[in-house]
């Protein structure tokens, strides 16, 4: 009889075809392996493959990963198959953090691996790896159904060799889940200090953006009963008090009300003619006269220094 290792004991020569030993971790870890329930999740065109691979060509039955469900609750594998945005990846974590342990993710294609063609555009992210911890890489663009079906397998020889005394989802102290990444301008973290740089660099940005701007007159509509001129602004609040707006050589002007403030990304309209009217809030009615009717002429707008903020041509009726 050979000799038994150290701690085993012996199994009666009567009942020797009859009981099967083994270990905790093979039964186990066989069970996961021939058992993994994928997420029916896709972001690009790796998911198209993913779809592919799970047609009666490739098969997935004969691997024990054929049941996809649609609920994170459901699911212990989280395929990342296409390009991963940065305001993608939000639900992405928060997907994987519905998941119950344990759980794999699997990252398919060069985009969820490292940014793909798409690496350095402002919106993508540089891996998903950044945010998740990836079990497996499939490369590729995209990675054919086969080698996927690769990298499953791959992801099962790696948990047949994981143990339940040293998997870390069974350890007291041990916490699963990811923080929801926070969109900004490659600023991810969800502490309070990043959280407030996040807000300052998009308020500076903001703010950049309209003091660059300026108020301008967009559009002049002068055919019918009703003329108007539309003013708007892309730069910061203005506020209009004492500025004028004339029409042809400054024959005719029209001073806005004092304390009129015009808001950034806002829009005004000042009517003139017959049939003018003031439907908006921030709509104005100049006259009841026609105001644009020389060819050539423009509408100007000077503020209250008189100096020229926007002039705007246009063509007689």
Same mark, same amino acid.
């Given at each position: 009889?050979?000799?038994?290792?150290?701690?085993?004991?012996?199994?009666?020569?009567?009942?020797?075809?009859?009981v099967?030993?083994?270990?905790?971790?093979?039964?186990?870890?066989?069970g996961?392996?021939?058992?993994?329930?994928p997420?029916?999740f896709?972001?690009?065109?790796?998911a198209i493959?993913?779809?592919?691979?799970?047609?009666?060509?490739?098969?997935?039955?004969?691997?024990?990963?054929?049941?996809?469900?649609?609920?994170?609750?459901?699911?212990?594998?989280?395929?990342?198959?296409?390009?991963?945005t940065?305001?993608?990846v939000?639900? =992405?974590?928060? +997907?994987?953090? !519905?998941? $119950?342990?344990?759980?794999? %993710?699997?990252?398919?294609?060069?985009? *969820?691996?490292?940014?793909?063609?798409?690496?350095?555009g402002?919106?993508?992210?540089?891996?998903?790896?950044k945010f998740?911890?990836?079990?497996?890489?499939?490369?590729?663009?995209?990675?054919?159904?086969?080698?996927?079906?690769?990298?499953?397998?791959?992801?099962?020889?790696?948990?047949?060799?994981?143990?339940?005394?040293?998997?870390?989802?069974?350890?007291?102290?041990?916490?699963?889940?990811?923080?929801?990444?926070?969109?900004?301008?490659?600023?991810?973290?969800?502490?309070?200090?990043d959280?407030?740089?996040?807000?300052?660099?998009g308020?500076?940005?903001?703010?950049?953006?309209?003091?660059?701007?300026?108020?301008? =007159?967009a559009? +002049?509509?002068? !055919?019918? $009963?009703?003329?108007?001129? %539309?003013?708007?602004?892309?730069?910061? *609040?203005?506020?209009?008090?004492?500025?004028?707006?004339?029409?042809?050589?400054?024959?005719?002007?029209?001073?806005?009300?004092?304390?009129?403030?015009?808001?950034?990304?806002?829009?005004?309209?000042v009517?003139?003619?017959?049939?003018?009217?003031?439907?908006?809030?921030?709509?104005?009615?100049w006259?009841?006269?026609?105001?644009?009717?020389?060819?050539?002429?423009?509408a100007?707008?000077?503020?209250?220094?008189?100096?020229?903020?926007?002039?705007?041509?246009?063509?007689?009726?």
């Open positions: 009889m050979a000799e038994l290792p150290q701690g085993a004991a012996a199994v009666p020569e009567d009942v020797q075809s009859n099967l030993l083994t270990t905790i971790d093979w039964i186990y870890n066989t996961r392996t021939f058992s993994l329930w997420m029916t896709g972001l690009a065109c790796c493959e993913f779809i592919v691979a799970g047609t009666a060509r490739y098969d997935l039955s004969r691997f024990g990963m054929e049941v996809i469900r649609p609920s994170p609750r459901q699911c212990d594998l989280l395929l990342v198959s296409g390009t991963v940065k305001k993608m939000v639900p =992405i974590v928060r +997907l994987y953090n !519905q998941m $119950a342990e344990p759980r794999y %993710v699997v990252s398919m294609g060069a985009c *969820a691996t490292g940014g793909g063609p798409f690496k350095e402002y919106n993508v992210v540089s891996g998903i790896d998740l911890p990836v079990d497996v890489y499939v490369p590729g663009c995209p990675p054919t159904p086969e080698a996927l079906l690769n990298g499953f397998i791959a992801l099962q020889q790696k948990i047949k060799k994981q143990s339940v005394r040293t998997v870390p989802w069974y350890r007291k102290d041990y916490t699963g889940e990811i923080p929801i990444p926070v969109l900004g301008p490659d600023i991810f973290g969800t502490a309070p200090d959280m407030k740089r996040v807000r300052e660099v308020l500076n940005r903001t703010m950049a953006a309209r003091a660059a701007g300026k108020l301008t =007159i559009e +002049l509509h002068y !055919q019918g $009963a009703d003329e108007y001129v %539309v003013i708007r602004n892309s730069g910061l *609040a203005q506020d209009m008090t004492g500025w004028r707006l004339t029409s042809g050589q400054g024959d005719q002007s029209y001073a806005f009300p004092a304390g009129f403030v015009l808001m950034p990304d806002a829009e005004l309209r009517h003139s003619g017959p049939g003018a009217a003031a439907p908006a809030a921030n709509d104005q009615v006259t009841r006269q026609p105001v644009w009717h020389n060819e050539g002429d423009a100007t707008i000077l503020d209250a220094d008189g100096n020229v903020v926007s002039s705007f041509s246009y063509k007689g009726s």
